[in-house]
């Protein structure tokens, strides 16, 4: 029976929402050291795995994740809070299809589910938001020449598979409140309060559920806020802007929107810039929208007043 040691090389290429720079964090696989023969009729492959960091720093890193492999349509082998995986082993046969499923900093569990669908319809948490949930999977076949007769051998030989994680979030900032007076007018723009408004807190893997709530910011130099995606249409996700002029209260209320229709999707940070004109006694305000996605495309879109 020849064995076959797996290298999972995940890198993340999905946005860093503090620094707006790419995620190379990696989780490896490392092989096991121990030697074994099974018998002639066994078909399966011995494979152990390692996750740890790399070490390259960056802003938004991988604290722990879930490995699920798929064999078809059922679930393989599954395990959850990952750090390290040196006590981790699981068989697997040579030609045959498996797909690998990782799914980074969660507390989501998927040990015990049976089936792809029950892996794929776990709903994650609304604690996830914070620590920018990501996933990522890969698809992979290993013909029976690629095996070893030990995992002695099989550890010298490692085959690699990469894996890209990409953001399960999005989030939706106040980049820039800009305060117009027109000459002759007098009045003080004071920006009182910033609200998101249908904030989605859940979500699954195949991006079904949701769940809003509104969510205001403790302090207005760090307008920022993480949601799920939402592309729900009678409860659009918006930002709130409360300000006063001269003392007397405003507010107006902003649809997050992408383009064609998409609304708030997953991987994309939503920059607005407010510029609030004041005309005398008449106040009118303009919002323009940039959109950054984990490939660092950006463009500008205009958002409407509700």
């Known amino acids: 029976m020849r064995f076959l040691n ?41 494979v152990s795995f390692n996750v740890a960091d790399s070490d390259v720093a960056t802003r ?18 599954a395990q959850d ?17 498996y797909e690998v499923y990782v799914v980074a900093n969660t507390s989501t569990s998927f040990e015990g589910l049976a089936t792809r669908e029950a892996v794929m319809n776990q709903p994650l948490h609304a604690n996830d938001l914070a620590n920018l949930v990501k996933s990522g999977s890969s698809n992979f076949t290993f013909a029976k020449g690629q095996g070893f007769e030990t995992i002695a051998e099989a550890s010298k030989n490692v085959e690699t598979v990469n894996i890209h994680l990409y953001q399960l979030t999005a989030q939706v900032q106040l980049k820039q409140f800009n305060v117009n007076v027109k000459e002759n007018t007098y009045g003080t723009v004071v920006l009182t309060g910033v609200k998101l408004i249908n904030k989605n807190t859940a979500r699954t893997l195949n991006a079904t559920g949701a769940s809003f709530t509104n969510e205001s910011v403790n302090s ?16 659009l996700t918006a930002m709130e802007l409360t300000f006063t002029v001269d003392g007397k209260e405003d507010s107006r209320t902003y649809t997050i929107n992408h383009k064609d229709g998409k609304f708030v999707e997953a991987g994309n940070i939503y920059q607005l810039h407010v510029t609030v004109n004041v005309v005398g006694s008449s106040v009118d305000c303009s919002v323009k929208c940039n959109v950054l996605d984990w490939q660092y495309n950006e463009f500008e879109t205009s958002l409407v007043e509700l």
């Open 60 to 77: 938004t890193s991988v604290s722990s994740a879930s490995v699920v492999v798929f064999e078809g349509n059922n679930v393989y082998f």
């Open 81 to 97: 809070n990952v750090t390290s995986f040196e006590d981790v082993k699981v068989l697997l046969k040579t030609n045959r299809a």
């Open 6 to 46: 797996v290298l999972l090389a995940v890198s993340f290429l999905s946005v860093a929402f503090v620094s707006c720079s790419m995620e190379d964090d990696m989780l490896n696989v490392v092989p096991a050291s121990e030697t074994a023969v099974v018998s002639a009729d066994d078909t399966q492959l011995y």
């Open 220 to 235: 207005l130099e760090a307008a920022s806020f993480v949601t799920y995606p939402n592309n729900d249409k009678n409860n």
